[in-house]
């Protein structure tokens, strides 16, 4: 958000308190924002394979996409070159799911996808890409901006999320250490620049305000040097600012001070009210720690921004899951994420869990996209892992998703590619479709403006992105 716009909700938030309205509506949430969607967007930087994530079954059949499968990607998984190793993988790692005459396999350690899927709740879009380049930076821009005329410099350009808050007048929340592209705003008036006043920095929900040290706020009369110096502040800016003039060079100072201030009292007056449920808290500080407690950091921050999406006008938020360029070792590198992510009991599924019974309007109107810049090639390397490729698997996981596949998941003519020098995934669905839908699902007649061109890009024969939604 702008210092201006930031500035007149905050402020009308210091009058509220002072009339006491505001803290007699505490924790209770504005009824108007629990049924309004949501969408959040996590990105998967590195370039994911989600070809080890879902794969075909083991046969036997020489002719068959699956042995095609297995006799070239066993050392991707990590196994032995032989069929009997090939079909223990597959028996005892992956379970099988059948959809519309499909069959295919799930890793076990995602057994919350599985679930989600066959109740229908997910979308497994394939032959999707954001770009054809392969190179990891430029790929990434032109995913995060929707654009994919987006030149391999514009850093500074907005994204379609920031464009999509635009038109649903929301803000973003960043959950993530650094904005990211995907977040920024456009401009009024500079082409290829970005304005960010709709996008709120969150990299820690829990500390959203000015800073204040923990020992204070254990006890109003700490003594260490952070404390002192805190409440000597505290007390100097209170006893100042009803002296300062509009006049004065520190007006605008200590009118900033205030308006945090105020901000502070309404989050932490909201939050005391909703502490971290134990299960994501455990996710970064208890026993049942992710392999990423950062990402469990991001799941709080998920959680409290529903808990505050009235005050923070919640619409979109972004994720980030980084470490997925499988050039190695790729068995033992990405399962770990992939659990963190899809396993029972682990990311998804708790947040998701804890919505439905904690706040059940706001998770039934909230959908989430997973996607990578790019996948890897068809066959894994000498290394036991796969190099960068183009086409791709993306998810988009909700209970108002039209689960099912989008797209030929084992395209009958790619098993002859196989064998060939840098063969991949063709990709033949744009993502600028898939941005597409997503925006018209938030706001009817919104696609043009957030993914301005979106009808001239590639579309898979079949595939109905206008279909992916229930309602």
Same mark, same amino acid.
């Given at each position: 958000?702008?210092?201006?716009?930031?500035?007149?909700?905050?402020?009308?938030?210091?009058?509220?308190?002072? %009339?006491?309205?505001?803290?007699?509506?505490?924790?209770?949430?504005?009824?108007?924002?629990?049924?309004?969607?949501?969408?959040?967007?996590?990105?998967?930087?590195?370039?994911?394979?989600?070809?080890?994530?879902?794969?075909?079954?083991?046969?036997?059949?020489?002719?068959?996409?699956?042995?095609?499968?297995?006799?070239?990607?066993?050392?991707?998984?990590?196994?032995?070159?032989?069929?009997?190793?090939?079909?223990?993988?597959?028996?005892?790692?992956?379970?099988?799911?059948?959809?519309?005459?499909?069959?295919?396999?799930?890793?076990?350690?995602?057994?919350?996808?599985?679930?989600?899927?066959?109740?229908?709740?997910?979308?497994?879009?394939?032959?999707?890409?954001?770009?054809?380049?392969?190179?990891?930076?430029? +790929?990434?821009?032109?995913?995060?901006?929707?654009?994919?005329?987006?030149?391999?410099?514009?850093?500074?350009?907005?994204?379609?999320?920031?464009?999509?808050?635009?038109?649903?007048?929301?803000?973003?929340?960043?959950?993530?250490?650094?904005?990211?592209?995907?977040?920024?705003?456009?401009?009024?008036?500079?082409?290829?620049?970005?304005?960010?006043?709709?996008?709120?920095?969150?990299?820690?929900?829990?500390?959203?305000?000015?800073?204040?040290?923990? %020992?204070?706020?254990?006890?109003?009369?700490?003594?260490?040097?952070?404390?002192?110096?805190?409440?000597?502040?505290?007390?100097?800016?209170?006893?100042?600012?009803?002296?300062?003039?509009?006049?004065?060079?520190?007006?605008?100072?200590?009118?900033?001070?205030?308006?945090?201030?105020?901000?502070?009292?309404?989050?932490?007056?909201?939050?005391?009210?909703?502490?971290?449920?134990?299960?994501?808290?455990?996710?970064?500080?208890?026993?049942?720690?992710?392999?990423?407690?950062?990402?469990?950091?991001?799941?709080?921050?998920?959680?409290?921004?529903?808990?505050? +999406?009235?005050?923070?006008?919640?619409?979109?938020? %972004?994720?980030?899951?980084?470490?997925?360029? +499988?050039?190695?070792?790729?068995?033992?590198?990405?399962?770990?994420?992939?659990?963190?992510?899809?396993?029972?009991? $682990?990311?998804?599924?708790?947040?998701?869990?804890?919505?439905?019974?904690?706040?059940?309007?706001?998770?039934?109107?909230?959908?989430?996209?997973?996607?990578?810049?790019?996948?890897? $090639?068809?066959?894994?390397?000498?290394?036991?892992?796969?190099?960068?490729?183009?086409?791709?698997?993306?998810?988009?996981?909700?209970? $108002?998703?039209?689960?099912?596949?989008?797209?030929?998941?084992?395209?009958?003519?790619?098993?002859?590619?196989?064998?060939?020098?840098?063969?991949?995934?063709?990709?033949?669905?744009?993502?600028?479709?898939?941005?597409?839908?997503?925006?018209?699902?938030? $706001?009817?007649?919104?696609?043009?403006?957030?993914?301005?061109?979106?009808?001239?890009?590639?579309?898979?024969?079949?595939?109905?992105?206008?279909?992916?939604?229930?309602?």
């Amino acid at each position: 958000m702008n210092r201006r716009e930031f500035l007149k909700s905050v402020c009308m938030t210091t009058l509220l308190l002072g %009339s006491g309205l505001y803290r007699r509506a505490l924790p209770a949430r504005a009824s108007t924002v629990s049924s309004r969607k949501t969408f959040l967007n996590l990105v998967l930087e590195g370039g994911p394979d989600m070809r080890h994530l879902i794969v075909p079954p083991y046969s036997d059949d020489s002719a068959s996409y699956g042995y095609t499968y297995w006799s070239h990607r066993w050392r991707s998984h990590e196994i032995a070159g032989a069929p009997a190793a090939w079909q223990s993988r597959w028996e005892s790692d992956y379970s099988p799911v059948t959809w519309q005459g499909t069959t295919f396999g799930i890793l076990n350690k995602a057994g919350w996808l599985k679930e989600a899927f066959e109740a229908g709740n997910v979308a497994v879009i394939s032959n999707i890409y954001a770009s054809k380049n392969r190179d990891h930076s430029h +790929s990434l821009l032109k995913l995060e901006s929707g654009d994919l005329t987006t030149g391999n410099n514009d850093f500074g350009r907005d994204g379609w999320g920031g464009r999509l808050a635009a038109v649903l007048e929301g803000n973003v929340v960043s959950m993530t250490s650094r904005v990211r592209l995907f977040c920024n705003g456009p401009h009024p008036d500079l082409a290829g620049s970005h304005d960010n006043k709709r996008v709120i920095s969150a990299r820690d929900t829990r500390n959203l305000g000015l800073y204040y040290p923990e %020992s204070l706020k254990e006890d109003p009369s700490a003594r260490d040097n952070r404390a002192v110096m805190a409440r000597a502040l505290s007390s100097y800016y209170q006893a100042k600012q009803d002296e300062i003039s509009t006049s004065s060079s520190y007006y605008k100072f200590f009118q900033h001070y205030t308006a945090y201030r105020a901000f502070d009292e309404v989050v932490n007056q909201r939050l005391a009210d909703y502490p971290v449920p134990e299960e994501i808290l455990a996710f970064y500080e208890g026993s049942q720690r992710l392999n990423s407690t950062y990402f469990g950091e991001q799941l709080r921050n998920v959680f409290d921004s529903y808990v505050l +999406s009235d005050i923070l006008n919640f619409r979109i938020g %972004s994720l980030e899951y980084g470490g997925w360029d +499988s050039h190695r070792n790729q068995a033992t590198m990405i399962e770990p994420k992939l659990a963190d992510i899809f396993g029972t009991d $682990q990311g998804l599924d708790t947040v998701f869990s804890i919505l439905q019974s904690t706040l059940p309007a706001d998770y039934n109107n909230m959908v989430v996209l997973i996607a990578g810049e790019f996948g890897r $090639q068809l066959e894994a390397n000498g290394d036991q892992g796969t190099d960068h490729g183009r086409g791709n698997q993306m998810f988009l996981i909700g209970p $108002q998703v039209k689960g099912g596949l989008y797209g030929e998941l084992f395209p009958t003519g790619e098993r002859e590619k196989y064998g060939q020098p840098g063969a991949d995934t063709d990709g033949l669905t744009s993502v600028e479709r898939l941005y597409a839908a997503i925006a018209e699902w938030m $706001q009817p007649g919104s696609a043009a403006t957030v993914v301005p061109d979106y009808t001239n890009s590639d579309l898979e024969s079949g595939v109905e992105p206008e279909a992916l939604f229930s309602s």
